[in-house]
T-cell receptor, first 113, second 114 residues
Framework: TQLLEQSPQFLSIQEGENLTVYCNSSSVFSSLQWYRQEPGEGPVLLVTVVTGGEVKKLKRLTFQFGDARKDSSLHITAAQPGDTGLYLCAGLYSGGGADGLTFGKGTHLIIQP | DTEVTQTPKHLVMGMTNKKSLKCEQHMGHRAMYWYKQKAKKPPELMFVYSYEKLSINESVPSRFSPECPNSSLLNLHLHALQPEDSALYLC?????????????FGPGTRLTVL
């Protein structure tokens, strides 16, 4: 069974602070995706990383894929209350095709105004 | 159009009822998925259809029966469910056949079994 460790599970910080969420595995991913989910809604895809060492930016969010493609991080700069939500990393371990994603447990993020 | 739609949004059913969840996408994707998500937990894979054929069944009880009538539609037929089956049921789709596999999710169906 492939495991995807995500940390922290819960994080409550003040508006304007920075934060980092981590996603780690002992296995190599063929790709890794980050999603954000609001209560009662489906996950919304934020980014997909594929290449080891890849860095992608989405406004104040920076996503990094480890060189060995076993880990990833999400860094949020100057967090805002609108960033509140559940952040999920999800990995694809196989070589491609239609395979289900393995999700981390998620990070429940609360940004206090 | 990057949208996956699901109906109904909410469903309440008794343990003896038969109901169906529906999912539709018009992105030309050839792979479709059902996930189950309990409160404050991540989604868990149930079924994968690839090119309209069932390719993965994650040991899901037979009271859940998936169906893929065509490449745009995915159904989940429900029969004799238990209260512990109450959850958010998510449908997703992806291109399929790629070295990476971006999945796009629908808004989900909130199922309550009484």
């Amino acid at each position: 069974t492939q495991l995807l460790e995500q940390s922290p599970q819960f994080l409550s910080i003040q508006e304007g602070e920075n934060l980092t969420v981590y996603c780690n595995s002992s296995s190599v991913f063929s790709s890794l995706q980050w999603y954000r989910q609001e209560p009662g809604e489906g996950p919304v895809l934020l980014v997909t990383v594929v290449t080891g060492g890849e860095v992608k930016k989405l406004k104040r969010l920076t996503f990094q894929f480890g060189d060995a493609r076993k880990d990833s991080s999400l860094h949020i700069t100057a967090a805002q209350p609108g960033d509140t939500g559940l952040y999920l990393c999800a990995g694809l371990y196989s070589g491609g095709g239609a395979d289900g994603l393995t999700f981390g447990k998620g990070t429940h993020l609360i940004i206090q105004p | 159009d990057t949208e996956v739609t699901q109906t109904p949004k909410h469903l309440v059913m008794g343990m003896t009822n038969k109901k169906s969840l529906k999912c539709e996408q018009h992105m030309g994707h050839r792979a479709m998925y059902w996930y189950k998500q309990k409160a404050k937990k991540p989604p868990e894979l149930m079924f994968v259809y690839s090119y309209e054929k069932l390719s993965i069944n994650e040991s899901v009880p037979s009271r859940f029966s998936p169906e893929c009538p065509n490449s745009s539609l995915l159904n989940l037929h429900l029969h004799a469910l238990q209260p512990e089956d109450s959850a958010l049921y998510l449908c997703a789709s992806s291109q399929g056949g790629q070295t990476y596999n971006e999945q796009f999710f629908g808004p989900g169906t909130r199922l309550t079994v009484l």
